[in-house]
Each structure stands twice: as structure tokens, then as C-alpha cells.
């Protein structure tokens, strides 16, 4: 099936710090997704994107739908103790009713 | 308030028992999905159901079986047939159309195949 390619697999920052993270395909997407999981909890969705080139934000996060429509970033500003957790993408390819799940980027703060 | 509800939170099972878990969203979403969640690993699509009384197999759907009979529940049979059961489940729900990759997630399932 098709895959995303996520990265880094995991971060090790300072508190305050700025985190970047990507996922990448190597087929179309029509929406980028991206999702925060809490340790034995559910994820939840943080950023949603539809259309090519858009930059959307949610407080101190941002995220944006590449202009290639095979990738996606989110950037997390000022990081703190609660953003700990692991951060998925998620695109749902042209045509599918299904969303593809990258393997997630696990984010570790040190206060 | 409105939201979706993943029972047990934690099973233990022997060996070629078969389990079902439970499922129930009263966001009157028409879509609903279970994916498996392994350590370190990204979520895998089991099945999953965009209206009542119909469902299709996800990307490992072997071993698992599911029904869709109401609009809120979504139950998910894990069998003998499963290889490796032992992980853990996540239901989600969402409205479908164009906000099918909006999921709502329960809080999970743990299941445990001693």
C-alpha cells in the first residue's frame, strides 16, 4: 500500500526550543493531516489542510500542504513540558476514502 | 457531550479465544474505523464502515471481523485467526465527505493474548 515517509523518527529538545518535523510521499495526496498522541491515549487531530500551498496555523503550531501535493510539514514554536508526545501526518491519497498514517516522530522535551 | 467510546480499556485473553471490542460514537458521524497500533509503529486500518450496514476491509484486515448494523457502534471481533493479537486498537469516527481524514479517536483498547 502506499507509505509516508516521516521524519525524524524522534526528537530530543530543550524546552523553549522550536521543533520542525515532515512527512513525505511519493504519490498526490488531496488532504494533509496532522495528529498528536498522548502516552495510552487516542490520537487527536491538530492541523487540518485542503489545498496546495496553504499554511495554516493553531496557536503555536503551524503546518503546511506542500505545493507538490507529496508533502507536509508542521513546526512547533516555543516548545513546552506538554507538547511531549508523538505527532503523526496523515494524507488521504486522490481518489481514496482511506487516510495513509506516517510511522509518527516521538518528541521528548528536557525542562 | 459528544464523543466517541472504546471498551474495555484493557483485555487480557488466552490463546485462540476470540475477543470483541466495543465501539460507540454519538457524534452522529456516518463513518467509523478501527486501526491497530503496535509499539513505535504508525496505525494500521483493520476495517472500516462509511455507512450502516456496509464496512470494507482495511490494509490487515485477516483475522478480524466487524459489523455495522447501527449508525453509532462499531464493534470489532478479533479472532483465533489472528496471528498476533496482542496491541493496541483505536476506533475513530468521522463525518465522511470532504471531512473524511477528520477523525475523532476513542482512548483505546489494550489487548493482551497471554
Known amino acids: 500500500g502506499q507509505q509516508l515517509n516521516q521524519s525524524p523518527q524522534s526528537m530530543f529538545i530543550q524546552e523553549g526550543e522550536d521543533v520542525s518535523m515532515n512527512c513525505t510521499s511519493s504519490s498526490i495526496f488531496n488532504t494533509w493531516l496532522w495528529y498528536k498522541q498522548d502516552p495510552g491515549e487516542g490520537p487527536v487531530l491538530l492541523i487540518a489542510l485542503y489545498k496546495a500551498g496553504e499554511l495554516t496555523s493553531n496557536g503555536r503550531l503551524t503546518a503546511q500542504f506542500g505545493i507538490t501535493r507529496k508533502d507536509s510539514f508542521l513546526n512547533i514554536s516555543a516548545s513546552i513540558p506538554s507538547d511531549v508526545g508523538i505527532y503523526f501526518c496523515?494524507?488521504?491519497?486522490?481518489?481514496?476514502?482511506?487516510?495513509?498514517f506516517g510511522q509518527g516522530t516521538r518528541l521528548t522535551i528536557n525542562p | 457531550d459528544g464523543g466517541i467510546t472504546q471498551s474495555p480499556k484493557y483485555l487480557f485473553r488466552k490463546e485462540g479465544q476470540n475477543v470483541t471490542l466495543s465501539c460507540e460514537q454519538n457524534l452522529n458521524h456516518d463513518a467509523m474505523y478501527w486501526y491497530r497500533q503496535d509499539p513505535g509503529q504508525g496505525l494500521r486500518l483493520i476495517y472500516y464502515?462509511?455507512?450502516?450496514?456496509?464496512?470494507q476491509k482495511g490494509d490487515i484486515a485477516e483475522g478480524y471481523s466487524v459489523s455495522r448494523e447501527k449508525k453509532e457502534s462499531f464493534p470489532l471481533t478479533v479472532t483465533s485467526a489472528q496471528k498476533n493479537p496482542t496491541a493496541f486498537y483505536l476506533c475513530a469516527s468521522s463525518m465522511g465527505g470532504l471531512h473524511t481524514g477528520e477523525l475523532f479517536f476513542g482512548e483505546g483498547s489494550r489487548l493482551t493474548v497471554l
Open positions: 464502515s462509511q455507512i450502516v450496514n456496509d464496512f
Open positions: 496523515a494524507g488521504q491519497p486522490q481518489g481514496a476514502q482511506k487516510l495513509v
